[in-house]
């Protein structure tokens, strides 16, 4: 059973561009989470998907999008890249939107703006 | 807003020596909580987490954390350090509403010495 997968591995993009990662959730689970980690800090939870509609964000601007398709797999979207948007964007999926549900992580996707 | 503090950026123990990882939490009702491991290169992974049930909380790989409501900690303990313990350990937090959406620390790099 493939965990959860995120394309591409690596990405490097220059100022003012637009990028789009993908995940691919856990087999059997609806709901994706998107997160940035910064070089040596924690996640920050961008936002959330469940039956193909976002439905918590957390404190990011609108240049940050995102989409969930019907087979549950996601993209996350980011226009007019900036210095500050290089980071390891994680995808986490798990059985449903409650807390109390595992959220399993992929390897990230590493995004360099220069 | 739910805040999530990780006492020490950096533990270096020494191997067969106890693991202390220490984590304080915000939270006005019970939270969920979480401990995750990140080696280098990949996705966070799963230790253990606290779903208000008992508040000794066994995980994967020997980890085992105790939830203190009256301290609002939830430390992370290894009795005994392995070298493939070295990596950087995450505590995280439910945000308020059970959405599914976690806080996370700054994270602790755990050295582990020969």
């Known amino acids: 059973d493939a965990g959860v997968t995120q394309s591409p591995t690596h990405l490097i993009k220059t100022r003012g561009q637009q990028v789009t990662l993908r995940c691919s959730p856990k087999?059997?689970?609806?709901?994706v989470s998107w997160y940035q980690q910064a070089l040596g800090q924690g996640p920050q939870f961008i936002f959330q998907?469940?039956?193909?509609?976002?439905?918590q964000r957390g404190n990011f601007p609108d240049r940050f999008s995102g989409h969930q398709f019907p087979n549950y797999s996601s993209e996350l979207n980011v226009n007019a890249l900036l210095l500050g948007d290089s980071a390891l964007y994680l995808c986490?999926?798990?059985?449903?939107?409650?807390?109390?549900?595992?959220?399993?992580f992929g390897p990230g996707t590493r995004l360099t703006v220069t | 807003a739910q805040s999530v503090t990780q006492l020490g950026s950096h533990v270096s123990v020494s191997e067969g020596a106890l693991v202390l990882l220490r984590c304080n939490y915000s939270?006005?009702?019970?939270?969920?909580l979480f401990w995750y491991v990140q080696y280098p290169n990949q996705g966070l992974q799963l230790l253990l987490k606290?779903?208000?049930?008992?508040?000794l909380v066994k995980g994967i790989n020997g980890f085992e954390a105790e939830f203190k409501k009256s301290e609002t900690s939830f430390h992370l303990t290894k009795p005994s350090a392995h070298m493939s313990d070295a990596a950087e350990y995450f505590c995280?937090?439910?945000?308020?509403?059970?959405?599914?959406?976690?806080?996370f620390g700054q994270g602790t790099t755990l050295q582990v010495k020969p």
């Open positions: 986490a999926s798990s059985l449903g939107q409650l807390s109390a549900y595992e959220q399993y």
């Open positions: 087999s059997g689970h609806d709901t």
């Open positions: 998907y469940y039956e193909e509609e976002e439905r």
């Open positions: 939270s006005s009702v019970p939270p969920y």
């Open positions: 606290y779903t208000s049930a008992a508040t």
């Open positions: 995280a937090v439910s945000d308020s509403g059970n959405t599914g959406k976690l806080i």
